[in-house]
């Protein structure tokens, strides 16, 4: 199997939050356009301008003859790492029968994953103005009342916040009228496979009106459709259009239980969230559409892994099956602060020994447990992060004034981080 060869160049569209196209979600790499001085984004650019541009031939040609891609590093290191990548190889020889010399390929991608801006209605804690404009108006606010707060939140970088550029900003590539019905139509003729991703998709028009379109095109029975949602929101018309599609998923963006989803999740509600996940459920009965519970692993929820997992088994009847299913468990990486490797020893390996109790065999679960009992960061760099931490969340639940503080929520490691930090 080829070591350096992926489908996504060859079946799959991917448009990023801010409307750049790339290879996939896992890249960082914008596809430049054959000028080499602009990008190409979804908010000037249609996908037949990009498909076949000279970025994306040579990347084609480099994987064919056996050469790395700047743009597939992380699958790379993933690998090397033993951790599964995204990376396909599956109908690799039909890829390559369908491409030219150049690099062109011939057909069309039959995959696409596009996010939706970053609207949203949240301030996850470990998400940024990448992917929630709220996130930027909050820290715009809480820089009005504390100007070095701010000054520190950038300097700290990916430590405590992933993005800290153009705080506030809506990103709405799909906005341009012209480009938006040449998405539609791309979509409606070519895409079978579909992801949805925001934001929150929810509460955008233009995700209803790509079903709108759809359904009057009469291509939604030929769709197989993932939304990923933090289940805030829905809207009355999805039990139109869902019954209609190939197969249906929802991606539910759920990190614990009751108000630690609350705190997570700020500024959700839990009654809401139970409510929207059943009107799923109900959907779902008797179909092979199915709900996939997504939590982001962190520090705030590590502890209570076993317990989500438990809920979830609960809900979906006693065990897993076509109708309900669960991630791979990935854990935050960045902001930093919410990556459990900081965390005091001593609470990590408690934590370990609670979730090992549990019993449960998931490859996946299992992995969790090991990197609890690995410690993998100097003490230097834990002491520094923790004081991130504390300082952050702190000064993020004053100005939230919110019901529960993280000390309240996690009282065995709100003790362990003082007796870390004295």
Known sequence: MSKVFCDKPFNHNYIHMNGKMRLCCTTIQNIPSDNGYTLFDAGHHTIEEYWNSDRMKEIRKNMIAGRETLDCQRCYQQEAQGVQSLRSTEKMSTYISHTLPDGTYTKTANSMQIQMGNICNLRCKMCSQAYSHMIGLELLEMGDADPKFLLWVKEQGAVVNNWTNELGKKEQWFKNETIKLRMFEHISKNIDQLCVIGGEPTLIPEFYELFEYCDDQGTLGNKSVT????????????????????????????????????????????????????????????????????????????????????????????????????????????????????????????????????????????????????????????????????????????????????????????????????
């Open 227 to 422: 939304v990923v949602t933090n289940l805030t929101n829905t809207n009355p018309r999805m039990t139109e259009w869902l019954p209609k599609l190939k197969e249906w998923r929802i991606w539910a963006s759920v990190d614990g239980i009751a108000e630690r989803t609350e705190y997570i999740r700020y500024p959700s509600e839990w009654n809401i969230i139970l409510k929207n996940l059943n009107f799923y459920k109900e959907l779902a009965k008797g179909t092979n559409n199915s709900i996939t519970l997504s939590p982001a692993i962190q520090l705030l929820n590590i502890d209570q892994l076993d317990e989500i997992i438990q809920w979830w088994l609960n809900f979906a009847g006693g065990k897993l099956n076509q109708n309900f299913g669960f991630t791979w468990l990935a854990q935050v990486w960045f902001p930093k602060i919410c990556n459990f490797d900081i965390a005091p020893v001593d609470w990590k390996l408690r934590v370990a020994d609670k979730l090992e109790k549990f019993n449960y065999s998931d490859p996946f679960y299992q992995a969790q447990i090991k990197n609890l009992r690995t410690d993998t960061i100097s003490e230097q760099e834990r002491q520094y992060a923790l004081k991130a931490f504390v300082k952050y969340n702190d000064a993020q639940d004053k100005f939230r004034k919110v019901n529960n503080t993280w000390r309240e929520l996690l009282p065995e490691l709100e003790k362990s981080i003082i007796d870390e930090l004295s």
